[in-house]
């Protein structure tokens, strides 16, 4: 990055792979795979074996058929098509559903969505983990209940749910069960042929592709079915037409490659990051870790701090490019809603800073995001000696 900038947001997004940039330029010009896939001409058809091939590659990432993943734009549209998709295609089973309030707003605002067309929604509160408890899912699950939506690891914590558990006890009472899987794809292990999952959302550009290609996984089996959301051509088995992206879904299939290829090197290096910058900040008196600390990804951590304000924590951390919050909620100044769910008060949850890294992040950057974070605290209780802890 240019200037003294570091960019600690890969929890927002990340840059685009330059392999993954190249390859999708190529399928955009009169010599790579511009064709609509669609046509049964040469060139075509061309087009149609990047489609394929882009399905195989992300398919040998989570392990499941090429037939079971459908593209979208992104997750924010896979989670729109798994819950209202699935919502009105059981409507004459029931209409129960259940999720979590620390969810991404990209399922929450759906069951909200549904929730005024008469649905009805049970909004399981996490433990002070962020941590779902089974026996709660097990008392809310009912006989009209169609649907669990949870996230395998949440965007502002790192909390991971225990997809495996939940997913179990929801085969066990047939309930549909999709996963918000976005921050957890290429970055985790998520083994669709062992995982009891029926649908999955992803997208492209938390995983170094581009913004604006996603895909829902939706089981081969009996019962998992979704309503189209959009209609138009016969594309995708008419449940989610248009003509494919053909640049953008080589680019998703490629980074999804080179994801698990770098798996657990990827892991490794974030862990080693996250341990490091949790040592230099936990000796800073106030400062609290968000979200649990055993079962989290280590390429998100999430600090609170007493006695700071956090929108002048944030302008006096400047360099550094990180969220209050979620990215998608950083514009507003409301203390984060994931936060106030784990039980910390306004003024913590304001106070909160995402720090999220990945494969660019360096040891020195981190050093670097310590000695600024310290400085910026102790300059802050200056100002404001009488709160200070
Ligand atoms: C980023 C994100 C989304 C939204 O994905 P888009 O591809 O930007 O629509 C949804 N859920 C989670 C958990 C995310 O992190």
């Not at 790579?32 to 040998?60: D, K, Y």
């Not at 209409?95 to 649905?119: C, N, Q, Y």
Request: proline content about 4%; some cysteine.
């Amino acid at each position: 990055m240019s200037d003294d900038l570091i960019y600690l947001d890969y929890a927002a997004t990340t840059p685009v792979d330059p392999r993954v940039a190249e390859i999708m330029l190529a399928q955009m010009t009169m010599d790579g795979g511009f064709a609509n896939p669609s046509s049964i001409h040469i060139v075509g058809r061309r087009a149609s074996e990047v489609v394929e091939r882009a399905t195989r590659q992300l398919a040998t990432l989570i392990n499941c058929s090429a037939k079971e993943l459908i593209w979208t734009s992104g997750a924010s549209e896979s989670n729109n098509l798994a819950i209202i998709g699935a919502a009105r295609n059981r409507e004459h089973r029931g209409k129960h559903l259940i999720s979590m309030p620390t969810e991404h707003k990209a399922v929450t605002d759906v069951l909200r969505a549904l929730e005024k067309k008469g649905f009805e929604i049970t909004w399981l509160q996490p433990d002070a983990d962020g941590r779902l408890r089974i026996g709660d899912l097990a008392d809310a699950l009912r006989a009209d209940t169609q649907l669990v939506s949870i996230m395998y690891v949440n965007n502002e914590t790192g909390v991971i749910q225990d997809i495996k558990a939940i997913g179990a006890l929801c085969r066990e009472r047939d309930v549909l069960f999709h996963v918000d899987a976005a921050q957890g794809v290429g970055k985790l292990p998520f083994d669709l042929a062992t995982l009891p999952v029926d649908m999955a959302s992803m997208t492209a550009h938390k995983i170094y592709g581009p913004k604006g290609i996603g895909a829902l996984y939706k089981a081969d089996r009996p019962g998992c079915n979704v309503d189209p959301l959009l209609f138009g051509g016969g594309q995708q088995g008419r449940i989610r037409p248009g003509t494919l992206p053909v640049p953008l879904i080589a680019a998703f299939g490629l980074a999804a490659r080179i994801a698990g290829e770098n798996l657990q090197a990827d892991f490794a290096h974030v862990q080693a990051l996250n341990k490091r910058l949790w040592a230099g900040l936990s000796t800073i008196a106030g400062v609290l870790r968000n979200g649990s600390a055993e079962h989290s990804f280590p390429g998100i951590l999430n600090v609170s701090i007493e006695d700071i304000e956090g929108e002048s924590l944030l302008l006096a951390l400047e360099p550094l490019c990180v969220s209050t919050g979620s990215a998608c909620n950083s514009l507003k100044q409301e203390p984060s809603y994931v936060l106030r769910s784990l039980g910390r008060s306004d003024e913590l949850a304001q106070s909160a800073i995402r720090f999220s890294f990945g494969r660019a992040t360096t040891s020195a950057e981190i050093d670097f995001v310590i000695h600024r974070y310290r400085d910026a605290v102790g300059k802050l209780r200056q100002l404001a000696p009488g709160k200070a802890a």
